[in-house]
């Protein structure tokens, strides 16, 4: 089934609210009172409520039918359980909400209380991502984060006991000060923990996070020059394929690992071009019209304006040549690849034929594997992957005149 082919709809909502910043974080999140989370809240159960209308004007499909929701941040653990309920409530209102969805809420260790814990199982929660990035307090401590080990441990605990089994750590490769040995005990806590799904970051340092500034203006407060090299970085994410592998934990994306059926639903629909909603301060979307083209929409990142007052939403509509570009950089994202025919099928063998031929000059530089029908970044591509992502940009005229 092709991009515009699914039935269903997944939605991301946007809760930038954080207690700290970390050093690494260039995202649209902040330190916010908490007196600015009902009026949040609100202003998402009023885009929720807009979002069709919205799409009629645009054109564009928007399934009534859901069956992802996933809320990212910043910390969408710190909402009280109040807001919680009358989000989810919006949500199911609004929308169809399958009774299997996977519904992921991204948490930071230590920061969520019991009674949100309890609203969260109410509202049909059932997988939890933890940001854990460094098992090691003195790292953890020293890029922003506010936990322990040991309250990242009693927290599967408890998530455990409020019946959430479906659980995911996150960690970063590259952290300043971080070590192979350091990087190793990591990895070893993150597998005794028996979480059936992790992910793994090499850290891109951002100039524009306080890391970012620091490196480039030399300073030492958030020990930019502890960063290890990028040589170190990528051995660290080399060593944890092979951990992750020989405990069960496959790689199914290049950041992502996951025992059998524990894979992200939410997030493989991004990589496999299906629609979704973003609702909140800096969300995207992504939705179809009929004519085959995709509309791609942000909403602003300042939350002053956003609060204020509904907000225009910036668009730009993807062709069929931009659709096939992203098909091949996200599709080669994941490790089963690319398949030739399907690509075929969707734009036609004159759009492919020239990607088709980038694909047998990558793979003789070892870059990509190829078997004349799927395309597959090696190991050796998966560390330069955005410099064989552009390889795919630009191949294709297009001829239609739309971004």
């Known amino acids: 089934m092709d991009a515009s082919g699914s039935a269903a709809l997944g939605l991301y909502i946007s809760i930038p609210f954080c207690r700290s910043k ?3 974080c260039n995202f649209a999140s902040g330190v916010y009172p908490a007196s600015q989370h009902a009026r949040y809240v609100q202003r998402v159960i009023e885009d929720t409520g807009a ?17 992802t929701i996933y809320l990212g941040g910043g910390t969408p653990s710190l909402l009280a359980p109040e807001l919680v309920e009358q989000l989810f409530s919006a ?17 930071a260790p230590g920061q969520l209380s ?11 929660v059932n997988r939890i991502s933890l940001g854990v990035q460094s098992f090691i307090d003195r790292e953890a401590q020293e890029s922003g984060r506010l936990h322990t080990r040991a309250i990242v441990l009693d927290d599967l605990r408890r998530l455990r006991a409020a019946g959430l089994s479906n659980l995911n750590i996150d960690l970063i490769a590259g952290l300043a000060g971080q070590t192979l040995a350091s990087w190793q005990e990591s990895v070893s806590v993150l597998l005794e923990t028996g979480v059936p799904h992790a992910s793994v970051y090499m850290l891109e340092v951002d100039e524009d996070s306080r890391l970012g500034r620091e490196l480039l ?12 090299t990028e040589e170190a970085i990528a051995r660290m994410y080399e060593q944890a394929i092979e951990r992750l592998a020989a405990a069960g934990l496959a790689q199914y994306e290049i950041s992502n690992f996951a025992r059998p059926g524990a894979e992200s639903l939410h997030n493989l629909r991004y990589w496999q071009r ?6 909140g301060l800096d969300a995207s979307s992504a939705l179809h019209e009929p004519e085959g083209y995709v509309l791609r929409a942000n909403t602003t990142d300042d939350l002053t304006a956003y ?3 509904p907000q225009p939403v910036e668009t730009a509509w993807l062709s069929p040549a931009s659709q096939h570009e992203e098909a091949w950089f996200l599709g080669l994202r994941l490790n089963a690849g690319v398949r030739i025919a399907d690509l075929e099928r969707e734009f036609g063998p004159a759009a492919v034929a020239p990607a088709l031929a980038r694909v047998r000059q990558l793979a003789s530089s070892g870059l990509l594997a190829f078997d004349g029908k799927t395309a597959r970044l090696t190991p050796q591509g998966r560390l330069l992957s955005n410099d064989v992502f552009q390889e795919f940009l630009g191949l294709v005229p297009d001829h239609t005149g739309v971004a």
């Open 217 to 228: 203006a030399g300073g030492a407060r958030y020990h930019a020059g502890l960063v290890p």
């Open 22 to 24: 970390c050093t690494y």
């Open 114 to 124: 019991d009674e949100t814990l309890a609203a969260l199982v109410r509202a049909g």
């Open 307 to 309: 609060l204020a007052a």
């Open 274 to 279: 299906r629609p979704y909603l973003g609702l």
């Open 51 to 67: 979002a069709g209308l919205w799409a009629q004007d645009m054109g564009v499909q928007l399934p009534r039918r859901v069956d």
């Open 91 to 107: 949500l199911r209102t609004r929308f169809s909400v399958d009774p299997d969805a996977e519904i992921t809420v991204e948490c």
